[in-house]
């Protein structure tokens, strides 16, 4: 029986601390937070009214921190 072995090395997967995988989490979720945050600024009165958001309700989540 012929065995045949492949010229690549398996990839070892490296586990990263607890810590290092919530802090990319939290990083991902500031971004998209930031992100949602712009494109609800940039929304017009009628697009508010349509998605059934009042201007305080904007107002409420623009003046939130980005890391809330």
Do not use: V, Y
């Not at 072995?5 to 990263?16: A, M, V």
């Not at 600024?41 to 989540?61: F, H, K, N, Q, T």
């Amino acid at each position: 029986m012929e065995h045949t072995f492949s010229s690549t090395s398996p990839t070892r997967q490296t586990s990263q601390p607890q810590w290092l995988s919530q802090l990319r989490a939290a990083f991902a979720l500031w971004q998209r937070n930031a992100r949602t945050r712009r494109q609800l600024a940039a929304l017009d009165d009628r697009l508010l009214s349509d998605a059934g958001i009042s201007p305080s309700e904007r107002r409420g989540e623009l003046d939130k921190a980005f890391w809330h």
